[in-house]
């Protein structure tokens, strides 16, 4: 089965908040309130592609090792490792959207990671909360080609 571990801490950025620079998980709270701020629009940009330019490269990395691209009718399951239980599941499972814009960006040698992730792609998601892991927070992502 394939598979892609993402330190959570790929969507931890530092961000100015309350007037002082703070690290921020980039969930879906902080996400919404991003969009509220002048220019939200083109700070959210920012923070995704800073994201992306954690993620891209253990994409590539796990192609360079011989992981297959992602094909048509792909069933993804994301198992969840938290720091602790401050943040709801909801709020991380947001992450998704940066998760599969990176595994798009992602290429080597001109073999594209996931071509899309519409719904020819994507039919469906499922996250399971695995407990909290204070020395090792993840995402592990294992995904299988469905047959419908």
Do not use: C
């Not at 509220?36 to 940009?45: D, S, V």
């Amino acid at each position: 089965m394939a598979k892609i571990v993402i330190p959570l801490s790929a969507f931890i950025l530092p961000m100015k908040k309350k007037g002082k620079m703070q690290l921020v998980k980039m969930t879906l709270n902080n996400w919404i309130m991003i969009h509220g701020m002048k220019a939200g629009r083109m700070i959210a940009n920012k923070r995704k592609h800073q994201i992306q330019a954690k993620i891209i490269p253990l994409v590539d990395q796990r192609i360079v090792d011989g992981l297959d691209p992602i094909g048509k009718h792909t069933k993804f399951h994301f198992e969840w490792y938290f720091p602790d239980r401050r943040t709801d599941l909801d709020n991380w499972t947001f992450t998704h959207k940066f998760i599969f814009d990176a595994f798009q960006a992602s290429s080597v040698r001109g073999r594209v990671f996931m071509p899309n992730d519409n719904l020819n792609f994507v039919v469906a998601t499922y996250d399971d909360f695995m407990g909290v892991n204070k020395d090792d927070p993840r995402v592990e992502i294992d995904w299988s080609q469905s047959h419908d």
